[in-house]
């Protein structure tokens, strides 16, 4: 039994049918790709700003840096992390984040000036996008890490 149409009428009716679909799907993932480009632009312009405020506190923060969930984050800030070179948290928010280090010491010695990733991050391993940066407080190199959940 064959199923394919005998008409002309009908073998055009299933072409334009198929080149219908075919241009549908096109056009739906170029509309994805679109979306999700500019979704991840303006997540990366707000970490950039939100980077730009928390550097800012950290360098009016005192002289030697040291010790554990120090005042040096924003009052508004919701998820960062200030680490020294060897990997130690200074401050987080939220509090939860002072356990764990977002980069590993590994992570932070080839850290460029700036540099985003995406992982899972503690407690409960939600995938977040990370934007890292380095910043020095008279001698002493920190890196800053503020995200947001995706």
């Known amino acids: 039994?064959?199923?394919?149409?005998?008409?002309l009428r009908g073998r055009l009716a299933?072409?334009?049918g198929v080149v219908t679909v075919v241009l549908s799907g096109l056009v739906?993932?170029?509309?994805?790709v679109r979306y999700h480009s500019e979704v991840t632009g303006q997540l990366d312009?707000?970490?950039?700003?939100?980077?730009?405020?928390?550097?800012?506190?950290?360098?009016?923060?005192?002289?030697?840096v040291t010790g554990r969930d120090l005042p040096i984050l924003p009052r508004g800030?919701?998820?960062a992390q200030v680490l020294d070179q060897d990997?130690?948290?200074l401050a987080a928010?939220?509090?939860?984040?002072?356990?764990?280090?977002?980069?590993?010491?590994?992570?932070?010695?080839?850290?460029p000036a700036r540099h985003t990733i995406e992982l899972g991050v503690p407690p409960h391993g939600d995938k977040s996008r990370l934007l890292a940066g380095s910043v020095r407080v008279g001698n002493q190199p920190l890196v800053v890490v503020v995200g947001t959940s995706i």
Do not use: K, Y
């Open 14 to 16: 299933v072409v334009f």
């Open 77 to 79: 800030e919701v998820f």
């Open 87 to 89: 990997g130690h948290v």
């Open 28 to 32: 739906a993932g170029f509309v994805l």
């Open 45 to 64: 312009q707000n970490l950039e700003t939100r980077l730009q405020d928390v550097i800012t506190e950290v360098r009016r923060a005192p002289r030697p």
């Open 93 to 111: 928010s939220p509090r939860a984040l002072l356990d764990t280090p977002l980069l590993n010491t590994a992570d932070l010695r080839r850290l």
């Open 1 to 7: 039994m064959r199923l394919a149409p005998r008409t």
